[in-house]
């Protein structure tokens, strides 16, 4: 490969183009898909004529808006009807040559179908993260996900294309995972941010120093919010010694579709495949970049599945000035799950504000769980933390100023701090934990 490893961009070109260039070339795109999806998938079809519109109403980025919604439910309710594929995918079967899936974690996994070359632009994007974190051919990577039908799995190719010697290490026990970091010494790891601040632990507790006797110098994390909180991820870089970024994926469309800089100030979205909208949660009103909304997303260049006004179910906001990194792509951020979120007299909270805060807390350990619960007909919220050890101070205390830092931040306490001792927490689960319990009794009939 004749790339220069001393320039910062992977694609310069496409990862600088001016804003106004960078609209058009979507428009282009847009225009194609919105026809080609109107064409060859049975749902879109059938969707447009009942909303009145037509692939030539699109004039202007603006004018997408006029279509409708699709969602999780759009697709569970259509894969498999008509064809194996379903009525949103746009090609025959024999044109798809790798199909990825949700985990199922709310209801039925739905399949994500890909064409060589969808494939092939999702993995070049792929590539353009790591360069963006700077990995090089001379690193070496460990590749700690899934690869049963997560689409994060092939992401790994991402990385050997772009010339790195890549261990396909995939959901390792921890024990085998710290031996390879030890034995082969690898420079760059992906996991979960909550498996990486546990894996660093177990190391400490193994005996090792993760700062000495490995050579990690990048951790890559994604799946769960930890590596956009502040707090999180500097507590994660200590441990290891190593410059943590967060990534976001979608299994509906790459494994990692953003990716965060050196300046780690939101996501990079590659805006080349995905038109980005945020609309009002209840309204689904289209707000401005910059507003807090529900990511829709549209993918520009996905010809096995297309995906039109997609609502990810993802609260976040879009920042599209140039960022000081010198690309033009928006940068995404991301604040939770719509379906996380509750609400504490008329406050809107999310966990990760509420990890947020635990671990800014030096007497913590940094372990919590939440939760949530109805009392006289309204939410509220109790959090359980661990005092780490050698902490002087009575649990009393420490309770009470975690509550007042809680306060601080979100705007509405806790009714409850219970403080638990070093290990006291049953939250170290292995690559995803559960931290969030809902216990309260909706009961949703009208
Ligand atoms: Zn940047």
Not at 168 to 195: A, N
Not at 349 to 372: H, K, M, N
């Amino acid at each position: 490969m004749s790339r220069d490893i001393k320039n910062k961009f992977w694609n310069e070109e496409l990862e600088t183009l001016p804003r106004e260039e960078l609209e058009k070339r979507q428009l282009e795109d847009l225009k194609e898909i919105v026809k080609f999806a109107y064409d060859n998938a049975p749902y879109y079809k059938r969707s447009f004529d009942e909303a009145g519109v037509k692939p030539e109403d699109i004039k202007t980025l603006k004018d997408i808006e006029k279509f409708p919604f699709i969602n999780k439910k759009t697709q569970r309710d259509t894969q498999g009807v008509g064809s194996f594929l379903g009525e949103l995918a746009a090609v025959p079967e024999e044109d798809v040559v790798f199909i990825s899936t949700s985990s199922g974690s709310t209801g039925v996994p739905t399949m994500s179908p890909f064409t060589k070359k969808d494939f092939d632009e999702f993995q070049d994007t792929e590539s353009r993260w790591f360069w963006q974190i700077g990995m090089r051919p001379n690193d070496r990577y460990v590749h700690a996900l899934n690869f049963s039908l997560y689409v994060g799995g092939p992401d790994v190719i991402g990385a050997q294309n772009l010339g790195a010697l890549c261990i396909w290490g995939g959901t390792l026990p921890s024990e085998r995972l710290l031996f390879i970091l030890k034995t082969y010494q690898p420079t760059v790891i992906w996991t979960s941010p909550s498996y990486a601040w546990q894996l660093g632990e177990k190391a400490l507790k193994a005996g090792y120093d993760p700062k000495k006797d490995f050579n990690i110098k990048k951790i890559i994390v994604a799946g769960e919010l930890g590596g956009s909180i502040d707090a999180t991820r500097k507590a994660i870089e200590e441990i290891w010694g190593a410059e943590v970024f967060d990534f976001y994926g979608l299994s509906d469309i790459f494994g990692a579709c953003a990716a965060q800089c050196e300046y780690h100030d939101g996501l990079h979205i590659a805006e080349n495949h995905i038109l980005v909208e945020t609309v009002d949660i209840h309204t689904g009103e289209v707000l401005e970049p910059g507003q807090t909304g529900e990511l829709v997303f549209t993918t520009l260049r996905k010809h096995a599945r297309p995906l039109i006004r997609f609502k990810t179910g993802d609260i976040g906001r879009i920042d599209t000035t140039k960022c000081k990194c010198g690309r033009t792509h928006g940068r995404i951020s991301i604040l939770g799950r719509k379906d996380d979120m509750f609400i504490v007299s008329a406050v809107n909270v999310f966990p990760s504000d509420i990890e947020a805060v635990i671990r800014e807390q030096s007497d913590l350990t940094g372990e919590y769980l939440i939760r949530i619960f109805e009392k006289d007909f309204t939410s509220k919220y109790a959090v359980e933390v661990e005092k780490a050890s050698g902490v002087a101070k009575d649990d009393d205390t420490v309770a009470a100023e975690v509550s007042a830092a809680l306060k601080a931040r979100i705007g509405v306490k806790p009714a409850k701090v219970i403080v638990h001792p070093d290990g006291g927490l049953d939250t170290r689960s292995e690559h995803k934990s559960r931290r969030v319990i809902d216990e309260r009794n909706i009961d949703y009939s009208i």
